[in-house]
């Protein structure tokens, strides 16, 4: 047989496998903090459902709310609500969305495995490091607590379309988007995980899940809510109990109200919700209470719209207390 007939044999083949035909399409973006979740919840999905076509990308809560409130995206992840700017820019789309939190995470304060001096933090002290006023001014460990060495002090963190920048700046320095500038900026944590565990003077903050996946790169530095009290690693228990504070927080999607009538997103939103909690755990996350994942797939189910988080804070934020008033 020669070698073109071949080809021509298997051109049908090859068609068939670049022009698939799916029954149905979803395009998901937003966070890299929820993105582990998502992409995992996604692959179970396919398993059942190689019919549907899910496609999972990270742009950062805000540059997902970007692409969600222009139409260009099914589902939203998101690392924190929904801003009132944003919701501003919803109604005037015309873009109605049902906001579903899908677990807990705790932000991870880290340091290089090289330092040996950092036992605990305060959050006066990130504060000390992270504050606008501090910028050019706090250079050294040594100037933010005296015990500290000497040692000219680098900063990574979340880049500014980022929810957990978004989250993080709320909770150590009072404001969302409250930060000095002075700092290595990056959407994606990986970065971040490079940048700091190769430099001893670094310290930096991203999800827990991030440091779960890279912990034999990093040392985890446990975080005092102030000089009184004990100094609180985050884990499963700290976090979804609140003693982990401030820097507990939930985590999002957000389902356009249009595509949400369709089946097979009413299937994909049921199956998240049904599998969020073991799936959280194995991604390094922290699931939710079932009760708020009931009410969560309840409000879903009715269509019920827009923010529970409408202007209030996250910060210590109560999820089953909050959906509870929904109903």
């Not at 190689?50 to 409130?69: C, N, Q």
């Not at 991030?210 to 040392?219: A, D, I, R």
């Not at 109200?257 to 998240?272: E, I, M, P, R, T």
Request: hydrophobic share 35%; net charge neutral.
């Amino acid at each position: 047989m020669s070698r073109s007939y071949f080809l021509l044999l298997l051109l049908p083949l090859m068609l068939c496998s670049c022009f698939k035909e799916y029954n149905g399409k979803m395009n998901i973006d937003g966070s890299s903090s929820v993105y582990p979740l998502t992409e995992a919840v996604a692959e179970e999905f396919r398993k059942h459902n190689a019919d549907i076509r899910i496609t999972v990308g990270i742009s950062g809560t805000g540059g997902g709310f970007k692409k969600f409130l222009r139409g260009e995206t099914d589902i939203s992840n998101a690392s924190r609500p929904i801003s009132p700017e944003e919701l501003k820019i919803s109604r005037e789309n015309g873009i109605e969305f049902i906001e579903i939190p899908v677990c807990y995470d705790g932000m991870a304060i880290v340091v290089s495995p090289k330092n040996t001096f950092v036992d605990y933090i305060t959050v006066a002290e990130l504060k000390k490091m992270w504050s606008p006023q501090s910028q050019g001014k706090i250079k050294t460990w040594k100037q933010v607590r005296s015990s500290w060495p000497d040692l000219p002090l680098n900063l990574y963190g979340a880049g500014t379309s980022s929810g957990t920048y978004d989250y993080f700046t709320e909770a150590i320095n009072g404001k969302a988007k409250a930060s000095r500038g002075d700092y290595t900026a990056s959407e994606d944590d990986n970065v971040l995980v490079q940048g700091v565990s190769s430099d001893v003077g670094g310290l930096g903050y991203f999800g827990l899940a991030y440091f779960t996946e890279n912990k034999t790169k990093l040392k985890l530095v446990p975080v005092k809510y102030n000089k009184e009290s004990e100094a609180v690693f985050p884990n499963d228990s700290t976090v979804q109990h609140g003693k982990y504070q401030p820097l507990s927080r939930p985590e999002f999607i957000y389902v356009n109200l249009k595509s949400a009538k369709k089946a097979y997103v009413q299937d994909f939103v049921y199956f998240y919700l049904e599998h969020a909690a073991s799936l959280a755990q194995e991604v390094g996350y922290v699931p939710l209470p079932k009760a708020v994942y009931r009410l969560s797939y309840q409000r879903f189910m009715k269509g019920s719209t827009g923010s529970v988080f409408e202007n209030k804070s996250t910060v210590g934020a109560n999820l089953l207390q909050l959906l509870s008033l929904q109903e």
